[in-house]
C-alpha cells in the first residue's frame, strides 16, 4: 500500500470553548442558564490491569480528555438528561431508578443521582446536559467520566452530598455503574477521575483506596504516553468483563483468602499447583497469575517512576501486556498489533490498557517520536482493512472539578 497513513489526532478541549458552548446549548435545550459546568477526565492506566477488583494495586493518571456537565437544580423532583452527543435523553423521577433501570447511556448519569439519594442525600431535583470529550468505547472510561462530571455537580449544589468526602462520591458512582447501569467494575476509575492530582500518575490501593501520588518525572526527560485508541468495540456490560470477575472470586474461594491480594508471590507456585489440581482446564490458575505478578508489576513501576528508570517501567508494561494476552485473554489482534508495532518502532514499552476486549493500547516513547510511531501502527491497520485509529498524547491531569 502506497502512501503514508495517519491516525486521527485527538487535541485536548479547550475548557473555556466548551463551557461557553454548552452553557449556550443549556439554555436551548432546557430554557435558562445552568447553575455551573463542571468536567471530569477519562483516566488511562499506567499499568495494573484487572486487579482493582482484586483489592489490588494500580497505576493510572487522568487526561486532558473530560466530560462535560452543565446542570441546574429543580424542585421538583423531576430529572432530565441529555447529550450533545446522543439524540436520546431521559426524564422521570428518581423514583423510577433501579436496577438496569434506565439502560443505555443514561443509567450513568442518573444512576449517580439514584446512588447519592441512597446515602440519604435529598436531591431535588436536576437538569443536565452533558459533552462527552472522553472517546467512548476507547477503554479510557468515558462512563466514570460522565459519573463523576455528575457526581461534582452535585456536591457543589446539592449541601449534603457536598458534606462527602471525595472517596464517598467515588463510591457512589461505583454503586451507579454497579446498580443501575449493570457493569461490574472496581473503583479505579472513578477514584482516578476525582482524586488525581496533575503531573502525576497515582498509585492506588484498592484495598482501603489509599492513593499515593506519583510524580510523572520521565516527562521532564522527554518520555510519555501516546494512546491508541483502536476503534475495536469495547463494552464492559457484555458479560466478558463480569466473567473475568467471577473466576478470580472462585479462585480466591478455592485457595481460602477473600481476594486474590492475599496471595502472596511466594505463595504463588503453591497456589497455582492447588488450583490446577482443582480445575483442570487451568483457567483460574492463569487468572491467579496475572493478578499476583500484575500486582508486583505495580509496585516495582512506581519504584521505576520515583528512580525515573524508563527503561524498566517499559519492560514492566510490556510484561504486563504478555500476562493480559495470554493469562487473562482480554486483548485482541487490533490491540497485539499497537503494541508490536510500537515496540518495533523504538518505544520502550507497549500494553493494552483498561477492560480489554479492544479499546486502546499505550506506549511508552519519545515526545519527538510520539507521531511516527502512531503513524507506523495506522498504515499497519490500514493493511489489515481495519478502520483508522486514533490518538492521544497522555498528558497527566487534574481531577474533577468545577469550570464555570
Not at 443549556?26 to 435558562?32: H, K, L, Q, V
Not at 423514583?95 to 434506565?102: E, L, T
Not at 457543589?156 to 472517596?167: I, K, N, Q
Request: glycine share 10%.
Amino acid at each position: 500500500m502506497s502512501g503514508r497513513v495517519d491516525p486521527l489526532w485527538l487535541p485536548a478541549p479547550d475548557d473555556d470553548e466548551v463551557s461557553h458552548a454548552l452553557v449556550v446549548a443549556f439554555a436551548d435545550r432546557f430554557g435558562g442558564r445552568p447553575e455551573g459546568v463542571w468536567a471530569a477526565p477519562g483516566r488511562v492506566n499506567v499499568i495494573g490491569e484487572h486487579t482493582d477488583y482484586n483489592e489490588g494495586l494500580c497505576l493510572p493518571m487522568a487526561l486532558p480528555q473530560r466530560t462535560y456537565a452543565a446542570a441546574r437544580l429543580r424542585a421538583d423532583g423531576r430529572v432530565r438528561v441529555a447529550s450533545l452527543q446522543q439524540d436520546s435523553g431521559w426524564e422521570g423521577s428518581l423514583d423510577d431508578v433501579g436496577p438496569s433501570r434506565p439502560q443505555g447511556w443514561q443509567a450513568y448519569a442518573v444512576g449517580v443521582l439514584w446512588a447519592l439519594r441512597e446515602r440519604g442525600v435529598d436531591v431535588p431535583g436536576m437538569d443536565l446536559l452533558v459533552d462527552g470529550r472522553v472517546p467512548l468505547g476507547s477503554g479510557l472510561s468515558s462512563s466514570a467520566a460522565l459519573e463523576c462530571s455528575v457526581v461534582v455537580a452535585a456536591a457543589d449544589l446539592v449541601p449534603a452530598a457536598g458534606r462527602l468526602t471525595r472517596s464517598d462520591l467515588a463510591a457512589a458512582c461505583v454503586e451507579a455503574e454497579n446498580v443501575v447501569a449493570g457493569a461490574s467494575t472496581g473503583g479505579l476509575d472513578q477514584t482516578t477521575a476525582l482524586r488525581a492530582e496533575a503531573g502525576h500518575a497515582m498509585l492506588l490501593d484498592c484495598r482501603d483506596f489509599h492513593v499515593e501520588q506519583v510524580p510523572w518525572a520521565v516527562g521532564a526527560h522527554g518520555w510519555g504516553l501516546l494512546v491508541v485508541d483502536t476503534r475495536a468495540p469495547h463494552a464492559l456490560v457484555d458479560g466478558q468483563y463480569a466473567d473475568r470477575r467471577s473466576s478470580c472470586e472462585r479462585a480466591a474461594g478455592a485457595l481460602g483468602v477473600s481476594s486474590l491480594r492475599h496471595v502472596q508471590p511466594a505463595d504463588l507456585p503453591a497456589a497455582l499447583e492447588r488450583l490446577q489440581r482443582e480445575d483442570g482446564d487451568g483457567l483460574l490458575a492463569r487468572r491467579t497469575r496475572h493478578v499476583v505478578t500484575e500486582i508486583e508489576r505495580v509496585r516495582s513501576a512506581a519504584t521505576a517512576l520515583r528512580a525515573d528508570d524508563v527503561a524498566l517501567l517499559g519492560r514492566l508494561m510490556s510484561a504486563s501486556h504478555a500476562s493480559l494476552r495470554d493469562d487473562y485473554e482480554v486483548s485482541c489482534a487490533e490491540l497485539d498489533t499497537v503494541v508490536e508495532v510500537a515496540m518495533a518502532t523504538g518505544a520502550a514499552g507497549a500494553r493494552m490498557t483498561g477492560g480489554g476486549f479492544g479499546g486502546s493500547a499505550i506506549a511508552l516513547v519519545r515526545h519527538e517520536d510520539a507521531r511516527g510511531v502512531a503513524a507506523a501502527v495506522a498504515q499497519a491497520f490500514a493493511g489489515k482493512g481495519w478502520e483508522r485509529p486514533h490518538a492521544l498524547a497522555a498528558v497527566p491531569s487534574g481531577p474533577a472539578a468545577r469550570i464555570c
